[in-house]
T-cell receptor, first 113, second 114 residues
Framework: DPKIIQKPKYLVAVTGSEKILICEQY?????MYWYRQSAKKPLEFMFS???????DNQTASSRFQPQSSKKNHLDLQITALKPDDSATYFC????????????FGPGTRLTVL | GEQVEQRPPHLSVREGDSAVITCTYT??????FFWYKQEPGASLQLLMK?????EINEGQGFTVLLNKKDKRLSLNLTAAHPGDSAAYFC?????????????FGQGTVLSVIP
């Protein structure tokens, strides 16, 4: 059974719309993250959460808002979508602490037309 | 902030040959280092973690070398096979206990020719 679930796997949106990317982890981890991978840039850290609280935010735009309803959930809401937002968004999780390995979900591939 | 430079961006080797991927980083306080493998269309698979200046062989055909003095990390595939064809990423983590932010290198696309 997959330990980190991301939904949907593929997502197509129109410019200006809003989408929510879903992430759930069943690894018993207390920290979760979002990363973005696009053709133009390497894997970029976006957010980190622990116990449903924001730890770090490296995303300049307020259009990206993480939402955590449960300790093992970390969704990503993106508003006013732009074509430049097209990328694969990976959710990851780990135990809290920089020494711990992060495990990545399968990703959501977002295309903004 | 931390910056990670990974080389080469593309690497093609024949089956049985070795392949070396190198990352250099800027923050001398970085302490934990990771290698990930990403097959086409797939997620990132953790290969190994390293945190001390020592040579580590994980028994999967990889050797990792970390040189903190030079701020350099390398992954050496000792005898590549076609199943090793993938993108490889190094990632660096700071020492700060609560901050798990990973800074990734740009990636190396490895092709192993049978």
């Amino acid at each position: 059974d997959p330990k980190i679930i991301q939904k949907p796997k593929y997502l197509v949106a129109v410019t200006g719309s809003e989408k929510i990317l879903i992430c759930e982890q069943y690894l018993g981890h207390n920290a979760m993250y979002w990363y973005r991978q696009s053709a133009k840039k390497p894997l970029e850290f976006m957010f980190s959460y622990s116990y449903q609280k924001l730890m770090d935010n490296q995303t300049a735009s307020s259009r990206f808002q993480p939402q955590s309803s449960k300790k093992n959930h970390l969704d990503l809401q993106i508003t006013a979508l732009k074509p430049d937002d097209s990328a694969t968004y990976f959710c990851a999780s780990s135990h809290l602490g920089s020494s711990y390995e992060q495990y990545f979900g399968p990703g959501t591939r977002l295309t903004v037309l | 902030g931390e910056q990670v430079e990974q080389r080469p961006p593309h690497l093609s080797v024949r089956e049985g040959d070795s392949a070396v991927i190198t990352c250099t980083y800027t923050d001398p306080n970085s302490y934990y280092f990771f290698w990930y493998k990403q097959e086409p269309g797939a997620s990132l698979q953790l290969l190994m973690k390293v945190f001390s200046s020592t040579e580590i062989n994980e028994g999967q055909g990889f050797t990792v070398l970390l040189n903190k003095k030079d701020k350099r990390l390398s992954l050496n595939l000792t005898a590549a096979h076609p199943g090793d064809s993938a993108a490889y990423f190094c990632a660096v983590s700071p020492t700060t206990g609560g901050n798990n932010k990973l800074t990734f290198g740009q990636g190396t696309v490895l092709s192993v020719i049978p």
